[in-house]
């Protein structure tokens, strides 16, 4: 079985991000990698760079839509709190405001829910709207629950 580390190591060594990437959280049950790469991705690959992660880490693709998307936020709610970090709660529309938010700033963002047989990743990436550096990625890590 993979670790938090060995798959959040994947996401961002794919994305050319690894270098200076640095856990925003990290405990038992959840981690939290962000980091830039100064390649720059063509806003039109956003989504199939995705998908070919997701199939590099042999992991089924929940559509953002799904009621399980909520489910999967709840836990990994439940997983930050069990760190040192103090956050507000977490709503299944909390991605939609972050890529709203985001893209208000004149940045392009993407994101993808996997599912692994015992964790959920979720993937973002995002961009100037005009194709400049830096790429930023974060990925989650959040133990699924039994």
Known sequence: ???????????????????????????????????????VLPISEFESKLTEIGK??????????????????????KNIKRSEVSTNDVDNKGFIRMKEELESMGLVVEYKVFELPKFDVIIAIWEDKNELPPLYVEVTVSERED
């Open 1 to 39: 079985m993979k670790k938090t580390y060995e798959i959040a190591g994947e996401v961002m060594g794919f994305f050319d991000a690894f270098k200076g990437s640095r856990p925003a959280i990290d405990n038992e049950r959840i981690l939290i990698v962000r980091g830039r790469s100064r390649k």
């Open 56 to 77: 590099i880490l042999e992991a089924k693709e929940i559509d953002a839509t799904s009621e399980e998307i909520a489910e999967i936020l709840e836990v990994g709610d």
